[in-house]
């Protein structure tokens, strides 16, 4: 796992695919808030993605068509211009395959992209919008998926107070944010799964929130590759903006920054493997070898979680 320094957030890069313009962000901001995109029209996907939430939904699992729970958390999609793969369990490589796949989830906005496509062709305006944007005749799911893709890179957030210290500002932290940072590069670890930038290594860990062979059971990234050694494991979200987007984990099962910041001081969870399952049983989630008790303070954790509500 390639291992990066703390930077500010640079300016976003598109895909020579799919080059950002302004009418092209709007258009993807209009589709971003329109429930015209879910199968009932009363989702959309700002429903899960709030501004005023930081970009995630503060709920602990998002519900979606007919009120259906998920069974994950809402990440922030602030920070998606910087991360990849996406999805807590890395399902698609780029935005541009993100922003179609929610449309597509029975239990999300229960459509097709083909029948959001077809609502967005009945619509005049939006048959205006998008010539105007690609110059093509026929609106198709391709572009639907790029429109939204570029409203998302637009977000990136990158005047945090963090940002303005790393930029030479030596005032925009506060003393305890300043010793939170120097925990979260040292004793505490965190930089181990969040550096870079985007405070992510874009990795896959197992933090032992799984639930194997319970009611809640999700195995995370093996649901993907089918690889026993994903069991498990979720992807390393970015932290910025984490102040803002409660409850944590994948799953939602931690509502405040205090008890994740207890959770890692405590090694995480550890799980035992039943003592007999059956043949054909899913494998059982191997601990990450990152996470072991830490022996923070309180002051100490205080201080870190001074630190992350800079970012």
């Known amino acids: 796992m390639l291992w990066y320094e703390l930077a500010p957030l640079p300016t976003p890069v598109d895909p020579a695919d799919n080059r950002s313009t302004p009418a092209k962000v709007a258009l993807g901001r209009r589709l971003f808030f329109d429930p015209i995109l879910s199968k009932s029209r009363q989702l959309a996907c700002a429903s899960c993605h709030d501004p005023d939430l930081g970009w995630a939904d503060g709920r602990r699992v998002s519900f979606g068509q007919d009120r259906q729970p998920g069974r994950r958390n809402a990440p922030s999609v602030a920070a998606s211009a910087h991360v990849a793969p996406l999805f807590w369990d890395g399902r698609a490589s780029t935005l541009e395959q993100q922003a179609l796949r929610p449309i597509a989830d029975p239990v999300e906005m229960g459509f097709t992209a083909q029948g959001a496509v077809r609502r967005l062709r009945g619509d005049a ?88 062979g319970r009611a809640r059971q999700d195995l995370g990234r093996y649901e993907i590759t089918g690889d026993p050694a994903d069991s498990g494991r979720f992807r390393t979200p970015s932290l910025r903006g984490v102040a803002s987007t409660a409850p944590y984990m994948h799953n939602g099962l931690i509502p405040r920054l205090s008890g994740v910041l207890a959770f890692y001081n405590a090694g995480g969870a550890r799980p035992r493997p039943p003592a007999a399952s059956a043949a054909n049983a899913d494998p059982f989630p191997q601990p990450d070898p990152l996470l072991r008790p830490r022996g923070l303070s309180r002051q100490e954790l205080q201080d870190i979680e001074a630190f992350l509500q800079s970012l």
């Open 125 to 212: 305006s939006y048959r205006h919008a998008f010539n105007e944007v690609f110059a093509q005749p026929r609106i198709d799911a391709a572009q639907l998926g790029q429109a939204i893709a570029a409203f998302e890179r637009s977000l990136s957030p990158r005047n945090s107070r963090f940002d303005r210290f790393l930029r030479g500002n030596v005032h925009a932290l506060e003393d305890a944010q300043l010793r939170g940072l120097h925990l979260f590069r040292t004793t505490a670890g965190c930089m181990n799964c969040h550096n870079g930038p985007a405070l992510t290594d874009n990795g896959f860990h197992n933090l032992g929130l799984h639930f194997h």
